[in-house]
Nanobody, 121 residues
């Protein structure tokens, strides 16, 4: 089994910054793509940022230039640095990881439990 544990959410004023972390542990042979999603109240979950194992990144247009996704493969951890936060960034943020299981040698996507980010105006 694999577990993803997120941290770093909280309450911040508009224009402020937060850094989210998501650490994977368990029966991990390798991790392919790692992603950050978010879900605001009454809205569908949306993909915010993706990073491949090699470090290639992609972002939803609304966060380009403000958010930065990065990862530490040695620590099986993905980060999301969020700057210039806006009230519309308020949501529960989830990490996801495509993990190759060391026991089964099969890959599947695992999810974190979510962390709340609230941006006040």
């Amino acid at each position: 089994q694999v577990q993803l544990v997120e941290s770093g959410g909280g309450l911040v004023q508009a224009g402020g910054s937060l850094r989210l972390s998501c650490a994977a542990s368990g029966s991990i042979f390798s991790i392919y793509d790692m992603d950050w999603y978010r879900q605001a109240p009454g809205k569908q979950r949306e993909l915010v940022a993706t990073i491949t194992r090699g470090g290639k990144t992609n972002y939803v247009d609304s966060v380009k230039g403000r958010f930065t996704i990065s990862r530490d493969n040695a620590k099986n951890t993905v980060y999301l640095q969020m700057n210039s936060l806006k009230p519309e960034d308020t949501a529960v943020y989830y990490c996801a990881a495509d993990v190759l299981d060391s026991g089964t040698y099969r890959s599947r996507v695992y999810w974190g439990q979510g962390t709340q980010v609230t941006v006040s105006s």
